[in-house]
């Protein structure tokens, strides 16, 4: 018989009650208003769309924004497979989520959090995106975007605040010339392609995940050259 979930906490936020669930050492579960987030006993694909990214990044000093921390899976493997000089910003918006994966979910990646390239904004990732994209803030090599369901399945979709047109312009702005935009979603997303084709962005996909329902990853590259008057990239 299986065990029971235990609760470790519970907090109000935006979308509905957000819990975190513990059953045994190391199998955890993230719930909001009662319907499942995030397990730990399936990160794969977040992984793989860290690592994507990750390939399509300099190999100096290259500037990576993470837009939801989740249970750090998607940090861990984005800092497994960048150099010691690299710079990570992660925005997530629940304040309880960070303070989880600090806590009980750090042994699942690894204290992620306390790798000096990291650096945690709580809030909302269009934040730093913005900031970029007009800049106030350098570009990023890249962006990747690990949010619950993703483009799939969204309403309003030429308006979105995440996937819409003005976001995605937002976000190639926001990236260096040959940047990469690398977003998680939880299954086909076909008009979403064609917003990014939109905008400017080449867009690629992959399915991943083993058995069953199977993600969709996307890949968008930025050939432009940099618009004048941009803050150079570090280094």
Not at 189 to 206: C, D, H, I, M, V
């Amino acid at each position: 018989m299986a065990r029971p979930w235990q609760v470790l906490d519970r907090v109000d936020s935006a979308g509905g009650q957000l819990e975190l669930r513990q059953r045994g050492e190391r199998d955890f579960l993230i719930t909001v208003a009662g319907r499942v987030l995030m397990t730990s006993v399936a990160h794969r694909s977040e992984c793989e769309l860290a690592l994507w990214v990750c390939e399509a990044l300099p190999e100096r000093r290259p500037r990576l924004l993470i837009g939801g921390l989740g249970m750090g899976y998607t940090l861990r493997a984005a800092l497994d497979a960048l150099p010691p000089d690299a710079v990570v910003r992660i925005a997530e918006l629940e304040p309880a989520v960070v303070r989880w994966c600090r806590g009980p979910l750090a042994p699942l990646h690894g204290d992620a959090l306390a790798d000096p390239r990291v650096e945690v904004v709580t809030g909302d990732v269009m934040e730093p995106i913005r900031a970029a994209a007009a800049g106030r803030e350098p570009a990023y090599d890249g962006i990747a975007l690990d949010l619950f369901e993703g483009p799939w399945g969204t309403r309003r979709e030429e308006s979105h605040p995440l996937y819409g047109l003005d976001a995605l312009g937002a976000m190639r702005d926001a990236l260096a010339p040959g940047g990469a935009l690398g977003i998680w979603s939880e299954g086909d997303a076909p008009a979403f392609a064609k917003r990014l084709a939109r905008q400017g962005l080449r867009a690629e996909t992959r399915r991943a995940g083993r058995g069953g329902r199977r993600h969709t990853l996307f890949r968008a590259r930025v050939t432009s050259s940099r618009r004048p008057g941009r803050p150079k990239r570090r280094g």
